[in-house]
Structure formats: structure tokens, C-alpha cells
Nanobody, 118 residues
Framework: QVPVVESGGGLVQPGGSLRLSCAPSESTFNIYTMHWYRQAPGSHREFVGLINGDNTNYGDSVKGRFTISRDNAKTTVYLQMNNVKPDDTAVYYC?????????????WGQGTQVTVSS
């Protein structure tokens, strides 16, 4: 069983929006810190953003368009993608510290495909 699971990927038109989710597969676990990365075919894995407590930080290529947030129970982290571009096409991964108590252990999710195309 994969410790963290992404969902919400799919096909979206340029200028559209999509929301990805990342949650622990164990329902009693929390996410303490979480990074989003993405990897396009033939490219290196790229930092998208992170959330640590109430603090967020974003890569330059998505700043102003993508927003990371979490639910109050700290069980799910979201990546809201607005005004998407074809260059946003990639497999998106969460890399999260999860567990029953902080600081948690770090795990990669299996990835979810986002395709931006008309």
C-alpha cells in the first residue's frame, strides 16, 4: 500500500483549472509537511511548491497561478491549479511527511497525470 496517494489529475484546456489532492492512505495519519513536484517527459523532476504548517512556497513557473492548501484536519493537501498552460503538462507527485504524530516519515506518492491541451 502506497503511504500517500494523489488524485484529481486529468485533461484540462489551457486557461482552465484543476485541483489535485494528496492524502495518507492510512486514515488516522496526518500530513505535516508536503512538497509537490512534477515531471514532464524527458525532463527532470521540478519543484512546484510546498506547505509547512501555515507557510507555503512556490516555484517560479507556477507562482501566482497555483495555490497549496490543506484541510483543517491536516489529512489532505490540495494543489489548486488555475490558468493552466500546456507547459504544465506532467506527472504530479506529492512528497510528504506523514504519520500519527510529528515529524512523520517522508514518502513519495505514485503520481497523477495532468495534461493541458485543447
Amino acid at each position: 500500500q502506497v503511504p500517500v496517494v494523489e488524485s484529481g489529475g486529468g485533461l484540462v484546456q489551457p486557461g482552465g483549472s484543476l485541483r489535485l489532492s494528496c492524502a495518507p492512505s492510512e486514515s488516522t495519519f496526518n500530513i505535516y509537511t508536503m512538497h509537490w513536484y512534477r515531471q514532464a517527459p524527458g525532463s527532470h523532476r521540478e519543484f512546484v511548491g510546498l506547505i509547512n504548517g501555515d507557510n507555503t512556497n512556490y516555484g517560479d513557473s507556477v507562482k501566482g497561478r497555483f495555490t497549496i492548501s490543506r484541510d483543517n484536519a491536516k489529512t489532505t493537501v490540495y494543489l489548486q491549479m488555475n490558468n493552466v498552460k500546456p507547459d504544465d503538462t506532467a506527472v504530479y507527485y506529492c512528497y510528504a511527511a506523514v504519520g500519527p504524530s510529528p515529524p512523520g516519515k517522508w514518502y513519495w506518492g505514485q503520481g497523477t497525470q495532468v495534461t493541458v491541451s485543447s
